[in-house]
């Protein structure tokens, strides 16, 4: 099993739509989690950081469910900018390094 | 505040060469990641440097190497050059990691 990952998409919606990704990790001790963007030939950006109590940042709401090992991004109101890739990205506890999922592809179309 | 910084851009080697990679990290971060991006795929760890000493390596094979320097600046050093090591090469810094890591823009290299 591989430590973080993805559904690949693509995920192709309508402008205005509401979106969900979700992302599964294996280690148990992993402690801390992100989503990062990735828009084409260009370097991750972080998106937003994942709190056991879950965060809100505008349109983007960030869930973590450490008894099943998941994280999840929600994107509310897509707009065609939000067109990326996300990467799930989790650090185990004691490794300090982080480890990437290989993205999901959004698509927002008019 | 300057983010990180790469470079060169781009890079283009013959197979059986040796290319190196810069760079900086932002100012007072400590810790340099290296990552390879192939096109298409996901970002592999390379290699961690920390306080100047290598912490953790990703599973690549030896030809892959580097150093970080005293001001927190690294190097990414590729001998032997193989086709396949046409890539994305990033590196992020970070303080403690809890906070998040931050990208330079990454060099291409291409072998021909």
């Known amino acids: 099993r591989k430590e973080v990952e993805q559904d690949p998409g693509p995920f192709n919606v309508p402008e205005g739509a509401t979106v969900a990704f979700n992302c599964t990790y294996s280690n148990s001790a992993s402690q801390s989690f992100f989503w990062y963007r990735q828009d084409c030939r260009k370097e991750p950006k972080l998106l937003m950081s994942?709190?056991?109590s879950g965060n809100e940042d505008g349109r983007f709401t960030a869930q973590l469910n450490r008894a099943s090992q998941y994280i999840s991004l929600l994107i509310r109101d897509s707009k065609l900018s939000d067109s990326a890739t996300y990467l799930c990205?989790?650090?185990?506890?004691?490794?300090?390094?982080?480890?990437f999922g290989r993205g999901t592809s959004l698509i927002v179309h008019p | 505040e300057a983010g990180v910084t790469q470079s060169p851009t781009h890079l283009i080697k013959t197979r059986g060469q040796q290319a190196t990679l810069r760079c900086s990290p932002i100012?007072?971060?400590?810790?340099v990641y290296w990552y390879q991006q192939a096109l298409g795929l996901g970002l592999q760890f390379l290699l961690w440097?920390?306080?100047?000493?290598?912490?953790n390596r990703g599973n690549f094979p030896p030809r892959f190497s580097g150093r970080q320097f005293p001001n927190y600046s690294s190097e990414l050093n590729v001998n032997a050059l193989e086709l396949e090591d046409s890539a994305l090469y990033l590196c992020?810094?970070?303080?403690?990691?809890?906070?998040?890591?931050?990208f330079g823009s990454g060099t291409r290299l291409t072998v021909v």
């Open positions: 992020a810094s970070s303080l403690t990691g809890v906070d998040g890591y931050t």
């Open positions: 990205v989790v650090t185990a506890s004691g490794s300090y390094i982080p480890t």
């Open positions: 440097y920390d306080e100047g000493e290598e912490r």
């Open positions: 100012s007072g971060h400590t810790s």
């Open positions: 994942v709190y056991s």
